[in-house]
């Protein structure tokens, strides 16, 4: 059920997620101050690409550093990307097929709300990074 899920997820919004993520983490990329953000901005296209068997978990090894970068990250993009994956969640759950798809949107909000000292996992094995 999950590839199924991951396919109609890719076919209808996945894929376009996956560039935009990519593409800002490119311009990310560019200063050296940019590039812890654009790595997650990485992280997050990937997440966003096959959401569908993956889970987002903390990483204990976070600092005051990935705290400091998450409070930059919240106020110069975090909130923009959650406010359209609410759009899109939504959206998607006006209709019956597209309720799981609406849901894996929603997943995405914390994430890209918050994403350094962040960890994706797949979702049978939430703990193994830990």
């Not at 993520?21 to 990329?29: E, I, P, S, T």
């Not at 940019?34 to 992280?43: N, Y």
């Not at 975090?78 to 759009?87: E, I, Q, R, S």
């Not at 798809?101 to 909000?109: M, P, R, T």
Request: glycine share 12%; charged share 10%.
């Amino acid at each position: 059920m999950k590839a199924i899920l991951n396919v109609i997820w890719l076919v209808l919004c996945g894929f376009w997620l996956f560039l935009g993520y990519m593409a800002a983490g490119l311009l990310l990329c560019v200063t050296i101050l940019g590039i812890p953000f654009g790595l997650a901005a990485f992280r997050i296209g990937l997440y966003a690409l096959w959401p569908f068997g993956q889970t987002v978990v903390d990483r204990r090894d976070a600092g005051a550093a990935s705290c400091v970068g998450n409070v930059l990250w919240l106020v110069l993009a975090g909130w923009w990307l959650a406010l359209g994956h609410v759009v899109t969640g939504i959206a998607l759950c006006v209709t019956v097929i597209g309720i799981p798809l609406g849901i894996a949107n929603f997943k995405l909000i914390p994430v890209s709300l918050l994403p350094l000292g962040k960890e994706i996992v797949p979702s049978d094995r939430p703990f193994a990074a830990r």
